[in-house]
């Protein structure tokens, strides 16, 4: 051993002693955060539970000794579009956290993972989990941290499966299949349940929409098909029955009834509509007008002519002398023609005596006299006469 000049041996083992210590001192140590490699990615099921394995060691240290060291722990969880919020924390002894969030080891320890029980969809996020150590005079001796990604998988809902279409010999379908709830989006498979089984593919079967094209309907593609909805975090299933028909459908026989009554609707309509016309035209012909005067009755001789007030003679038509004879001329009887008349003749005033004068006889057309007329059954008739001012008189 090499001794230094004026110093005693027990001195220079005191100086070793504490130039070791000094190198094992808390002040030298340095927190580093671990995760377990391949792990900083995780995946889990809604419902389920997961662990965020972490933990730290002291980078300097010379051993392991804990009895200096007190750490605090903090996790975060980072979403897009949120802000940070703390979901647990362990200082001085005292663990605070959220619903369902712990620590797997119990503290103080070196081991700072977390596990999530219970997970839902909104538990997906970024995890960042923060050492502090302090020594035993609560003096800062470092800080490290390190980030877990977490996203939690929704199994697909139960799907709703859909007919489209009418179901009849010779048409197209679709059968329509989608899950309301799913992360990631589902996919979806089709086939068709013995005893004719048969599984679908493309072009027919889109799996992303969950849509089974099928054309040009026969009574063979009668069954019960089912569809599959999956992905990584489940699976989920409906059925729909296929029926194809031969006849026309009740859309069909519903069409062709409110076709017909709506024809027989329009058809009582216009017969309506024609009974209105008809009596709206009879109406004006039955009308009797209030204002009207009736002619004056003036007295007719009968058997006689009949002369006007300025002395013309009335044309007088006999309506027997219009009718066809009924039988064989008689002999030496004179047969009148249609539309006979007497013309007006002008007339001299006779004075007025109290004798009774003859009356004249007049010619007539065709050579038949008023008077054979008369006896014939004709009907004398007065055309009025004008007067020099243009009115009749």
Same mark, same amino acid.
């Given at each position: 051993m090499v001794s230094l000049p004026g110093r005693p041996a027990a001195s220079l083992l005191r100086f070793l002693f504490l130039g070791?210590? !000094?190198l094992a001192s808390p002040a030298r140590a340095q927190p580093e955060l671990h995760v377990p490699a391949g792990l900083s990615r995780l995946q889990a099921v809604e419902g389920a539970a997961v662990v965020l394995p972490a933990w730290y060691t002291l980078k300097g240290?010379?051993?392991s000794a804990q009895q200096w060291e007190v750490p605090l722990v903090i996790w975060f969880l980072e979403q897009k579009g949120k802000q940070l919020k703390q979901v647990l924390s362990y200082n001085n002894g005292v663990v605070s956290s959220k619903r369902g969030v712990s620590l797997v080891h119990s503290m103080p320890s070196r081991n700072v993972s977390l596990q999530l029980q219970g997970l839902r969809e909104e538990d997906s996020g970024s995890y960042h989990c923060s050492v502090n150590v302090y020594d035993s005079q609560n003096v800062d001796k470092g800080h490290s941290s390190a980030i877990l990604e977490l996203s939690v998988l929704v199994p697909p809902a139960p799907p709703s499966c859909r007919l489209l279409g009418v179901p009849r010999v010779g048409t197209n379908v679709t059968l329509s299949c989608q899950s309301p709830r799913s992360k990631p989006a589902a996919q979806y498979q089709w086939e068709r349940?013995?005893?004719s089984s048969q599984v679908f593919f493309a072009p027919?079967?889109?799996?992303?929409? *969950?849509?089974l094209s099928l054309t040009n309907l026969s009574t063979s593609v009668s069954g019960v098909y089912i569809c599959k909805a999956h992905n990584q975090a489940g699976s989920a299933k409906c059925n729909v029955t296929l029926e194809v028909s031969t006849g026309p459908g009740p859309a069909v026989v519903a069409g062709a009834v409110v076709g017909t009554l709506v024809g027989l609707g329009l058809l009582a309509g216009l017969v309506l509509l024609y009974?209105?016309?008809?009596?709206?035209?009879?109406?004006? !012909?039955n009308d009797i007008k209030e204002d009207a005067i009736a002619p004056r009755a003036l007295p007719w001789p009968k058997g006689s002519d009949t002369i006007s007030k300025n002395g013309t003679l009335s044309s007088v038509t006999s309506a027997r002398a219009l009718r066809p004879p009924q039988g064989p001329p008689r002999p030496g009887a004179l047969t009148p023609t249609p539309s006979l008349s007497i013309q007006a003749l002008p007339s001299p005033r006779l004075p007025r005596t109290d004798e009774a004068h003859p009356q004249?006889?007049?010619p007539s057309p065709g050579g038949v006299s008023s008077s054979a007329l008369s006896r014939m059954g004709a009907v004398p008739v007065m055309v009025p006469a004008q007067s020099? !001012? *243009?009115?009749?008189?």
């Amino acid at each position: 051993m090499v001794s230094l000049p004026g110093r005693p041996a027990a001195s220079l083992l005191r100086f070793l002693f504490l130039g070791l210590s !000094a190198l094992a001192s808390p002040a030298r140590a340095q927190p580093e955060l671990h995760v377990p490699a391949g792990l900083s990615r995780l995946q889990a099921v809604e419902g389920a539970a997961v662990v965020l394995p972490a933990w730290y060691t002291l980078k300097g240290e010379l051993s392991s000794a804990q009895q200096w060291e007190v750490p605090l722990v903090i996790w975060f969880l980072e979403q897009k579009g949120k802000q940070l919020k703390q979901v647990l924390s362990y200082n001085n002894g005292v663990v605070s956290s959220k619903r369902g969030v712990s620590l797997v080891h119990s503290m103080p320890s070196r081991n700072v993972s977390l596990q999530l029980q219970g997970l839902r969809e909104e538990d997906s996020g970024s995890y960042h989990c923060s050492v502090n150590v302090y020594d035993s005079q609560n003096v800062d001796k470092g800080h490290s941290s390190a980030i877990l990604e977490l996203s939690v998988l929704v199994p697909p809902a139960p799907p709703s499966c859909r007919l489209l279409g009418v179901p009849r010999v010779g048409t197209n379908v679709t059968l329509s299949c989608q899950s309301p709830r799913s992360k990631p989006a589902a996919q979806y498979q089709w086939e068709r349940l013995p005893p004719s089984s048969q599984v679908f593919f493309a072009p027919v079967l889109d799996a992303v929409r *969950g849509s089974l094209s099928l054309t040009n309907l026969s009574t063979s593609v009668s069954g019960v098909y089912i569809c599959k909805a999956h992905n990584q975090a489940g699976s989920a299933k409906c059925n729909v029955t296929l029926e194809v028909s031969t006849g026309p459908g009740p859309a069909v026989v519903a069409g062709a009834v409110v076709g017909t009554l709506v024809g027989l609707g329009l058809l009582a309509g216009l017969v309506l509509l024609y009974q209105r016309w008809n009596k709206a035209l009879e109406e004006p !012909a039955n009308d009797i007008k209030e204002d009207a005067i009736a002619p004056r009755a003036l007295p007719w001789p009968k058997g006689s002519d009949t002369i006007s007030k300025n002395g013309t003679l009335s044309s007088v038509t006999s309506a027997r002398a219009l009718r066809p004879p009924q039988g064989p001329p008689r002999p030496g009887a004179l047969t009148p023609t249609p539309s006979l008349s007497i013309q007006a003749l002008p007339s001299p005033r006779l004075p007025r005596t109290d004798e009774a004068h003859p009356q004249p006889v007049l010619p007539s057309p065709g050579g038949v006299s008023s008077s054979a007329l008369s006896r014939m059954g004709a009907v004398p008739v007065m055309v009025p006469a004008q007067s020099q !001012a *243009g009115s009749l008189v």
